[in-house]
C-alpha cells in the first residue's frame, strides 16, 4: 500500500512539473505582431494544437501532424487556387479536403472552433511567423 500511495505522489508531482515546464516553453515564444495574433497562440495551446503540431518556440513533436513553423513557406504551394490563410482555414474547417502526404488522412479531427478563434489561429500561423 504505502508503494502504491508513493508511486502516486511521484507520478502527480512529475505531470505539475511537465505542465510548469510546458507552460514556461510556452510563455517564452512571444508572437510579433498583433494581440490576434497572440489570441491565436492561446488558442494553438489551450485546443491541443500543440500535441500534434511543432511550431517553434513553443514545442510539441510535429510527428501526428506537420510541423507548422515555416507553414507560410511550405503551404503556399500545395493547393494552388487557395491562399495560405484560405488554406489553414480549409484544412480547420474540413479536415480531410487536402492532406499532406504522409500523414493518415483521417488524423486531424474537426474542431469546433469560432470564426473569432479560426481567424486568431491564421493571425498567428500565418502572418505572426
Excluded: K
Excluded at 23 to 50: E, I, K, L
Excluded at 112 to 119: M, P, R, V
Amino acid at each position: 500500500m504505502w508503494a502504491s500511495r508513493t508511486t502516486r505522489i511521484a507520478s502527480g508531482a512529475a505531470a505539475a512539473l511537465l505542465a510548469v515546464a510546458s507552460v514556461a516553453a510556452w510563455a517564452d515564444r512571444s508572437p510579433g505582431g498583433t494581440a490576434q495574433a497572440v489570441d491565436g497562440q492561446v488558442v494553438f495551446q489551450a485546443r491541443g494544437c500543440v500535441g500534434c503540431h511543432a511550431v517553434s518556440g513553443l514545442g510539441g513533436n510535429g510527428f501526428a501532424g506537420p510541423d507548422l513553423t515555416w507553414l507560410q513557406d511550405a503551404e503556399a504551394s500545395r493547393v494552388e487556387e487557395l491562399s495560405v490563410a484560405e488554406y489553414v482555414e480549409q484544412s480547420i474547417r474540413q479536415p480531410d479536403a487536402f492532406t499532406v502526404a504522409r500523414y493518415p488522412a483521417d488524423l486531424m479531427p474537426t474542431l469546433t472552433l469560432s470564426d473569432q478563434e479560426i481567424a486568431a489561429l491564421i493571425e498567428f500561423l500565418v502572418e505572426s511567423q
